[in-house]
């Protein structure tokens, strides 16, 4: 079934239902738009921080999502099928399905997140972008099963969504899952391999495996503290900084390498940076300058 997703007027994002409406509030309305589901009681402390703060984030949304409030004192039937054993509680529907959902408080970032996450379920295009920044952003807190799962909910709507396919290469390779990593790249069509979200992740997971047998990053900096010359002992050095997530150092021991002697292992350390700025993307303020000092260099 295809979705209708034009944006509800702002007036109807937010009602109370009852026994008697929730099957068109909720099932019936589900079909055009992602509900979610607010179970709460009069008497429940959490309940009276969440419900304004959700009311706001689907005011936010700008009629992607629409809310329905359920007092399970006045509504005990509907808490019974859906088993609300402690409120506060939520649920999501999508096409007549409760499709995620959480229980107790929650941040402002998660109610965010989840309402984007929910948007994406529901198929909505913008909310696909606002989701892959939610998950993005979950990624870079770490949070990387809720990243994940987020991606995948985007995948579900497009699944050959390349920003998606890279950010779920990136939650597996975070978990240390390379294989899998490697994978979910291969998921990308033939045409867009070439796309930088692509070659970005490509880059770390090659550079991941290259500086997992690097060496102790003390040792080797002794090692080329004793001999500037020994461009073997820099080189994994470099890899060590990286594995150690000190990418401006890397970048120092490589050009140091290339200055010193630029056709050393066949040029290893040019190719190696030109890897390492792909892993970093275009974005990097490190990479920029990197890319700067090693041109100035070249073009000597």
Same mark, same amino acid.
């Given at each position: 079934m295809e979705l209708n997703l034009a944006?509800?007027?702002?007036?109807?994002?937010?009602?109370?239902?009852?026994?008697?409406?929730?099957?068109?509030?909720?099932?019936?309305?589900?079909?055009?738009?992602?509900?979610?589901?607010?179970?709460?009681?009069?008497?429940?402390?959490?309940?009276?921080?969440?419900?304004?703060?959700?009311?706001?984030?689907?005011?936010?949304?700008?009629?992607?999502?629409?809310?329905?409030?359920?007092?399970?004192?006045?509504? %005990?039937?509907?808490?019974?099928? /859906?088993?609300? @054993? $402690?409120?506060?509680?939520?649920? *999501? &529907?999508?096409?007549? %399905?409760?499709?995620?959902?959480? /229980?107790?408080? @929650? $941040?402002?970032?998660?109610?965010? *997140? &989840?309402?984007?996450?929910?948007?994406?379920?529901?198929?909505?295009?913008?909310?696909?972008?606002e989701a892959l920044t939610a998950a993005d952003e979950m990624l870079e807190q770490g949070a990387v099963t809720d990243a994940a799962q987020t991606y995948a909910a985007?995948?579900?709507?497009?699944?050959?969504?390349?920003?998606?396919?890279?950010?779920?290469?990136?939650?597996?390779?975070?978990?240390?899952?390379?294989?899998?990593?490697?994978?979910?790249?291969?998921?990308?069509?033939?045409?867009?391999?070439?796309?930088?979200?692509?070659?970005?992740?490509?880059?770390q997971i090659e550079l991941t495996e290259a500086a997992a047998g690097a060496g102790d990053t003390a040792e080797l900096q002794a090692a080329v503290d004793a001999n500037p010359d020994d461009h073997q002992a820099r080189f994994d050095l470099a890899l060590a900084l990286i594995g150690a997530g000190d990418a401006e150092g890397a970048i120092d021991a490589l050009i140091e390498i290339f200055h010193r002697d630029r056709e050393w292992n066949e040029g290893a350390a040019k190719d190696q940076l030109f890897k390492l700025f792909d892993s970093l993307g275009p974005k990097s303020v490190a990479a920029q300058k990197g890319r700067r000092r090693l041109s100035s260099m070249i073009f000597l």
């Open positions: 944006p509800a007027a702002k007036g109807d994002l937010v009602k109370d239902s009852t026994e008697a409406t929730f099957m068109a509030d909720v099932i019936d309305a589900s079909a055009e738009v992602p509900v979610i589901v607010d179970f709460w009681a009069p008497w429940c402390g959490p309940c009276k921080t969440l419900g304004p703060a959700l009311e706001a984030a689907v005011n936010a949304a700008g009629g992607k999502v629409k809310m329905v409030k359920v007092d399970i004192d006045r509504n %005990q039937n509907i808490a019974a099928q /859906m088993r609300i @054993q $402690s409120i506060p509680a939520v649920f *999501a &529907f999508v096409n007549g %399905q409760p499709v995620d959902g959480f /229980m107790g408080a @929650q $941040s402002p970032s998660e109610i965010k *997140a &989840f309402i984007e996450k929910v948007v994406a379920m529901g198929g909505g295009n913008d909310g696909l972008e985007v995948l579900g709507e497009d699944r050959e969504n390349v920003r998606a396919i890279a950010g779920m290469a990136r939650a597996h390779l975070a978990l240390g899952d390379i294989d899998k990593a490697k994978t979910i790249l291969d998921m990308a069509p033939e045409a867009k391999q070439g796309d930088v979200a692509i070659t970005t992740v490509r880059a």
